[in-house]
């Protein structure tokens, strides 16, 4: 990229920088210090607002650049990210939103220990919910690492190493001061720009082909080597039995796994009432839809005015279509207008990555705080100490983020994002529904529920391909790969339920069944919810 790129780039980073943490340094002045506050934004929040914030933190940087480049690249393959993606909100929308907000306070171990022991339920859920925000933090570092040495001209190792760790002290500094307002804020100014920029480039695009879709799709073909195998299904997942299992893992983990990502469950608590949390997800549901109609065209008009090899060529995983299809439609690497558009949607990008980072961060402290900590003391944590100990957490989580995001740098931004969304759907989902609709669920049952999904999707992950056996794992050289899936979520997601369900029937300790009738009312008309 040419001294110009980078110089307004990085303009355009600055400035979005230095708004956010206005935003922070203005809310940590007018906080009062409750952890309601600090968790829940003191849920006063508007359905339409909460909406857009909960429409900034799902649109990930697998959203914008993971899941355009897999497009570009593999065509309808590509796809079943955006179908998983928005399906899913359907399962959120009908089964867990308005029940979430009613049934708990902060977070998704307050639904389960509402009817069991305490204890040893927030330890299980508290230890998969770090679990998963700390994969889905991975993600968007190596995003932020794709997009910076993009902009540098270059895959300059220092760079993407020192902006990873930038990110990772940014998202430090918004959670620590700002809480979840600031972070609610953040999300809705970067879903504004997201939003902004992804209609700029599609009305750009359409324009380049005349408005005629089918010639946009002929040209991606034409333009792949591929041919028409390229608008159709089996060019990623169809060479095989192995890969068409993988095609249906994918699928199942991008499906059930949003219900499950503690970073959304948390923010239907930042709004006054359930009926205000389903509301919310409606507006999610009509940013996110309207988002992911744009990447259609956004990926496959990369792969036919920017072209499969030149996206390859520039990161191999696919994660920088979207700047270089701004650059093009500008009008190329040394016109103005391909300066201002690629520096425009780069710092997009940019803050999409900041805005997830900090909602996923504040979602993983409030769980070591709330829940592990608050559980391992023998006396009940005050609110201001808990509050302290989340700051405190969210300095080890960035730190974690940094150090699994530098050695997962070459990895595709979408496909890291699916392996935590595996396994939100594997040990989170399961305890989540038993806990709302099953009247003989029991601490056995919610406990093995968790680790049940959580510990073989974790070794599942680690005995594939993604970790070692092939030159695209992330330990070429070495080979332990017994799993020939690369998603988990077709073994771990059944054995998620499986063990909640033997747990239950084997449990010694009966159903509380006034517990369980005390929290579906609760759950259902909202009467004794926070």
Not at 166 to 188: E, F, P
Not at 398 to 409: D, E, K, P
Not at 469 to 487: C, I, K, V
Request: net charge positive; with cysteine.
């Amino acid at each position: 990229m040419s001294g110009n790129h980078q110089t307004l780039a990085l303009l355009l980073f600055s400035a979005f920088v230095a708004v956010t943490l206005a935003i922070t340094t203005w809310v940590s002045r007018n906080r009062h210090g409750s952890a309601e506050e600090f968790y829940a934004g003191g849920r006063l929040f508007s359905p339409m607002e909460n909406g857009f914030a909960i429409s900034g933190d799902y649109m990930s940087a697998a959203s914008f650049l993971g899941v355009t480049g897999l497009i570009a690249l593999f065509g309808y393959d590509g796809l079943l990210y955006v179908v998983g993606f928005l399906v899913a909100w359907l399962v959120v929308l009908f089964l867990v939103a308005e029940l979430v907000r009613n049934c708990g306070r902060f977070t998704l171990a307050d639904v389960v220990a509402a009817r069991m022991s305490e204890r040893p339920v927030r330890i299980a859920a508290g230890t998969s919910s770090v679990t998963v925000s700390v994969l889905y933090l991975v993600a968007q570092m190596v995003g932020a690492g794709s997009l910076v040495a993009l902009l540098l001209g270059g895959t300059s190792e220092a760079a993407r190493n020192w902006t990873v760790i930038g990110v990772g002290a940014l998202m430090v500094i918004y959670v620590s001061m700002g809480g979840m307002r600031a972070t609610t804020w953040i999300q809705i100014v970067k879903a504004v720009l997201l939003m902004g920029g992804a209609i700029a480039l599609t009305v750009l695009v359409l324009v380049r082909f005349h408005g005629d879709f089918n010639q946009l799709l002929r040209s991606a073909a034409d333009r792949s080597g591929h041919g028409d195998a390229f608008l159709a299904p089996g060019l990623k997942y169809g060479g095989d039995w192995t890969a068409r299992f993988d095609f249906i893992s994918l699928g199942l983990a991008l499906v059930l796994g949003t219900a499950g990502l503690p970073h959304i469950l948390s923010r239907f608590y930042t709004v006054p009432t359930a009926r205000a949390a389903r509301r919310s997800v409606v507006w999610a549901i009509g940013l996110i839809g309207s988002f992911y109609l744009m990447t259609f065209v956004l990926g496959f008009g990369a792969a036919a005015i920017v072209g499969p090899e030149a996206v390859r060529g520039s990161n191999a995983a696919g994660n920088t279509a979207v700047p270089l299809l701004a650059l093009d439609l500008g009008g190329g690497a040394n016109s103005t207008g391909g300066t201002v558009l690629f520096a425009i949607v780069a710092a997009i990008a940019f803050a999409t990555i900041l805005a997830v980072v900090a909602g996923i961060t504040l979602a993983s402290s409030a769980s070591v705080a709330h829940d592990l900590y608050a559980s391992l003391r023998r006396r009940r944590a005050k609110p201001r100490s808990e509050v302290a100990v989340a700051r405190t957490a969210a300095v080890g989580i960035g730190v974690v983020a940094i150090a699994l995001g530098l050695l997962a740098r070459d990895l595709n931004v979408a496909f890291l994002v699916g392996l935590a969304f595996a396994v939100a759907a594997s040990a989170n989902l399961p305890v989540l529904l038993y806990s709302l609709f099953w009247r003989s669920f029991t601490t056995r049952g919610a406990v093995w529920a968790v680790y049940g999904g959580l510990v073989p999707a974790l070794v599942l992950v680690l005995l594939s391909p993604v970790v070692s056996g092939s030159p695209e794992s992330l330990f070429p050289g070495a080979d332990f790969q017994y799993f020939p899936l690369q998603n988990p979520g077709l073994v771990s997601i059944p054995l998620g339920f499986l063990a909640g369900w033997l747990g239950t029937v084997t449990s010694a300790e009966p159903a509380d069944e006034a517990k369980h009738a005390e929290t579906e009312v609760r759950s259902l008309t909202g009467a004794g919810a926070v």
